[in-house]
């Protein structure tokens, strides 16, 4: 005898409660819908899902396609010809985000994870940087990389194309300045608006493109000439779609809070106000996220790591959290910040400001003197930072010890001791761990009065940057293992290790060396650090150091912990930039509703929607950065122009078939020595010792090779430099002159 049908879907769908909590009126969740699928085995239309769950009424019948049709964007569901809904993955697709490449062709980002899938160029004519689709894997190309073709557009990604307007023989067209869109945009005759050919514009796109046609589009802004004041800046805002504009919901809700905390809101909180914690932030910063206090138990250290409370003002659905979730992270650019929240939020009342009340969400950890956390709680609190330091000026307290800045802050400095000791034991925790340390060099741009750069300097970290960034890492460790033990969804930071294509590919660079990468098929943080300490005092580190860097993949967020293997963690996330970073807000949300007694279940992120934000947060810091770097190199390439001719000494950072990447030592600019300016010989690419190699001289260059050049042309519009080797330094090896600096 068959078992009786349930009498409601309620019954069986195990997030019942959760849309009731959500929604007045409630349909089967997004989990239920992907579970009957899979169990029925076979695509079902949308009548026979209502005949499933007995949905009989017009809202319930229309509430149900709009669902289908969400989940079908999201790509968790795909459509067939027969209009039947199947779950992508038992249909043998593969859904992701494109990654657009400026040769033409491009690569999807699975949206489950692994290896990234390569787009040709014929497919990627449907396609424009940062769209979703839907895929399905058609083989393996000449470069052994698995290829898919489109199967369906989720979502398109780009609305406006910002680029210079060119006129040819009667045709109007707008060439991107994001090189990641290949396609150049038409533009109707009587869609051109006052633009002139050769001016900076704004595109915006009326139609997408397709397999037989170019995007097209109208002109909707004339940025002005390129040349102008500010550009580069204005131009990247543009070209990768951050948002800079504050909608007017947004600006009346951060407007209905005063300067000062609601008294409503200190009911319940525990009284920080009386503990000397203390915001320690680069001399620039405007808004303080987090404040930090330390003291002596014993034989263990007990650390208050508090961070603005952004979520008791950015509460979900409000106009607010949409434009924070929209830019996803501010963006800081090297002369103005585009912030994830309004100014009154992120400098005012979320800002932990001295001397004045702030909400906070703290993380009280107990530490021992191996620096691993042995308890650790989370709380609603509220405080009263007692000072903004400087790191600058903390490592004149704890490092150099002037008495001078010591008596100045005399109250301070027994918590900043217990500190910079407490660093000391969770930087010993931190190498026996195996956490990898790569030296790489930041810097910092220096404008002069006609807002032109007038010097690129080196950033300097001191043990103050270092001691506020373990204390950072400790209160993400336990906000991860906080999310686990109470089983609550979350997003975490991911650090994948090595894929095996990039393992071999390094295993078989360091065997030219004389190296090896212990821990076999699955090496470890520890195995990749002990190679780092090995050849620690090489000529060659550099050179090694950068290899090894990019055998590993990108951080990315999501709501599958495997750990971050960079950090050697088994369990990561971001709990400590609410202001500025949204996965950081989401996760204090989680940790809200646990302290108020709510549970996994009835939490209204469900994984399926965190899988959707990991994944657009993930995007929109690889959007910012995208965004920084042209902005930095357009003004890098400003800074040359007037150098052409000069000869300076440089590193390669970079070998390829066409050409040497070099950067010049003391100027920290990137520039290209083509491999045609290497006269006198033919020159073959080695991608393993990623080097080049003259067939009739033998001349030999490297990566972190030193090279003498000549600056030979620089091209704004196209943010290129390039250099030539200049005669003196021909006939030698790359090899013999490496790393000269290191001689003695």
């Known amino acids: 005898m068959k078992n009786k049908k349930p009498d409601s879907w309620r019954q069986t769908d195990p997030f019942a409660a959760r849309e009731q909590e959500k929604y007045a009126r409630t349909i089967p969740s997004r989990e239920f819908i992907l579970q009957t699928l899979e169990e029925r085995g076979m695509p079902l239309t949308l009548t026979e899902l209502c005949a499933e769950w007995r949905l009989e009424s017009d809202w319930e019948i229309e509430a149900l ?79 052994g990389r698995r290829e898919v073709a ?79 004041p500010g550009m580069e800046i204005r131009i990247a805002i543009a070209s990768h779609g951050i948002p800079v504009e504050w909608p007017e919901a947004v600006t009346q809700e951060a407007g209905q809070y005063a300067e000062t905390v609601p008294e409503s809101a200190y009911q319940g909180r525990w009284d920080l106000r009386g503990t000397p914690l203390v915001t320690i932030d680069g001399i620039t910063a405007r808004d303080f996220d987090d404040a930090v206090y330390c003291e002596r138990r014993g034989n263990n250290w007990r650390l208050l790591v508090a961070i603005a409370d952004v979520s008791w003002y950015v509460r979900p659905g409000t106009a607010l959290d949409q434009e924070a979730r929209k830019r996803g ?56 930072s007692q000072a903004r330091l400087t790191y600058d000026t903390v490592a004149a307290i704890v490092t150099a010890r002037n008495p001078q800045v010591r008596a100045e802050y005399a109250e301070l400095v027994p918590h900043l001791d217990r500190l910079l000791e407490l660093y000391q034991v969770l930087r010993i925790w931190r190498e026996q761990r195996g956490a990898m340390d790569f030296d790489t060099q930041e810097t910092v741009i220096e404008y002069g009065a006609d807002r032109k750069i007038e010097r690129i300097l080196p950033t300097e970290r001191n043990d103050a940057h270092r001691l506020i960034e373990e204390c950072m890492i400790a209160a993400n460790v336990a906000a991860a293992r906080f999310l686990q033990r109470h089983k609550m969804p979350g997003l975490y930071r991911v650090h994948e290790g090595p894929t095996q294509d990039r393992l071999n590919k390094l295993r078989a660079f360091l065997g030219e060396l004389g190296l090896g990468l212990g821990g076999g098929e699955k090496p470890s943080p520890r195995d990749y650090t002990r190679l780092l300490e090995q050849v620690h005092d090489r000529p060659d580190v550099h050179l090694i150091q950068t290899v090894m860097l990019r055998s ?33 807000l989401q996760v204090h949300r989680a940790i809200r509703h646990i302290l108020q007694g709510g549970k996994a279940v009835d939490f209204p992120y469900a994984h ?69 300016a290497l006269r006198n010989d033919y020159y073959q690419f080695d991608p393993i010792g990623h080097r080049l190699h003259g067939e009739r001289s033998g001349q030999v260059y490297r990566l972190g090779d030193a090279l003498r050049v000549q600056v030979a042309r620089v091209d704004l519009d196209e943010r290129k430099i390039d250099f030539e080797p200049v005669e003196s330094g021909r006939g030698e090896s790359g090899r013999r002159n490496r790393y000269p600096q290191r001689r003695k």
Not at 120 to 126: A, F, G, I, L, N
């Open 65 to 143: 396609s709009r669902r289908l049709r969400a989940m079908q964007r999201d790509g968790q569901l795909i459509r067939n010809r027969r209009e039947g809904y199947g779950p992508v993955a038992k249909m043998n697709l593969v859904t992701g985000r494109v990654i657009g490449h400026p040769e033409g062709h491009g690569f999807l980002i699975p949206d489950e994870g692994g290896d990234n899938l390569f787009l040709s160029p014929r497919q990627m004519r449907k396609l424009l940087h940062g769209d979703r689709a839907v895929t399905h894997i058609i083989g393996v190309d000449y470069r």
């Open 150 to 228: 489109v199967v369906e557009v989720l979502e398109r990604n780009t609305e406006t194309v910002v680029g210079r307007f060119c006129a040819e023989r009667g045709t109007y067209f707008v060439i991107p300045d994001n090189k990641r869109i290949n396609q150049d945009i038409i533009i109707p005759v009587d869609s051109c608006g006052a633009a002139r050919a050769g001016q900076i514009v704004i595109a915006e796109l009326i139609e997408q493109p397709n397999a037989q046609n170019r995007p097209l589009g109208r002109i909707k802004e004339v940025l002005g000439d390129h040349m102008a």
């Open 329 to 384: 992270n501010s963006v800081y650019f090297p002369d103005r910040a585009i912030p994830m929240l309004p100014e009154a939020l992120s400098n005012g009342l979320c800002s932990l400001n001295p001397h004045v009340d702030r909400l906070c969400m703290v993380c009280e950890m107990t530490i021992n003197a191996e620096g691993r956390i042995i308890r650790s709680r989370f709380a609603e609190a509220v405080l009263r």
């Open 552 to 584: 590993l993949a990108q951080a990315v967020y999501g709501p599958g912990n495997v750990g971050h293997f960079g950090l050697a963690l088994e369990a990561y996330t971001h709990f400590t930039s609410p202001i500025r970073r949204y996965p950081d």
């Open 608 to 676: 399926a929607d965190l899988i959707g934000l990991g994944e657009h947060c993930s995007m929109t810091e690889r959007r910012a950065d995208d965004a920084v770097r042209d902005a930095v190199e357009w003004l890098k390439c400003e800074y040359m122009l007037d150098k052409v001719g000069q000869i300076f000494d440089g590193i390669i950072t970079g070998v390829t078939g066409f050409g040497l990447f070099l950067e010049l030592r003391d100027v920290y600019v990137e520039g290209l020595v083509h491999v045609t």
